[in-house]
């Protein structure tokens, strides 16, 4: 017993916390390198169909060569009314007075009506396609944004989680390691006991 109790004290030289694991050390790394969203890749800033140039981005470039034909159309059938008008006007014997000015007239004006109506209608139809395609892609775009911050949250979330797990288990290692020294330290006492 004496001679045990002449002997130095015997210290523990290993760590007694696990500390952070590697993978702990990478979560960290990423959610320190985390920056405020500026790009347009992770923050969403939607868009107004109604700023200048936009809607003309998304309308349909070949819109006159659609309409040249219809209005072209609406001119050759205004041109056969016109003549069918002189024709009568002719049997009738009344080809150059009032009325016929009046029938040529009422003519025009039906012709420009109809080119007011195909234009009005195929630019209205153009605006409305393309309006519906930049709001097709502004989901788009906000969906991808937030899939985006997800994907990265999520994985710096599992290497989180997979580096509590790796440092558990490490732990556990130091512990058994520690409760082994205790043992071995302690055993002269019990062998004097």
């Known amino acids: ?64 060569q659609a309409l040249n034909p219809q209005i072209a159309e609406a001119r050759r059938q205004a041109e056969i009314e016109n003549l069918k008008n002189k024709a009568a006007a002719t049997k009738a014997g009344a080809y150059g007075g009032s009325r016929q000015a009046l029938m040529e007239s009422e003519n025009q004006r039906n012709l420009l009506q109809n080119l007011a109506n195909i234009t009005g209608q195929g630019y209205q139809k153009a605006y409305d396609t393309g309006a ?17 911050r997800a994907y990265g949250l999520q994985g710096l979330a599992a290497q989180q989680a ?26 002269p006492y019990k062998q004097v006991q």
């Open 132 to 148: 519906q395609q930049f709001l097709a892609e502004q989901n788009l775009l906000k969906g991808t944004t937030e899939a985006n």
């Open 162 to 187: 997979a580096g509590a797990a790796a440092r558990d288990i490490e732990q556990q290692g130091i512990a058994a390691d520690y409760a082994q020294f205790q043992e071995a330290r302690d055993y």
């Open 1 to 64: 017993g004496q001679a045990l109790a002449n002997q130095p004290y015997q210290t523990y030289t290993g760590p007694l916390t696990a500390g952070a694991s590697g993978l702990q050390q990478q979560a960290w790394e990423g959610i320190s390198g985390l920056q405020i969203p500026t790009g347009q890749q992770t923050m969403y800033t939607p868009g107004s169909y109604t700023d200048a140039g936009t809607a003309q981005k998304y309308m349909n470039p070949y819109l006159q």
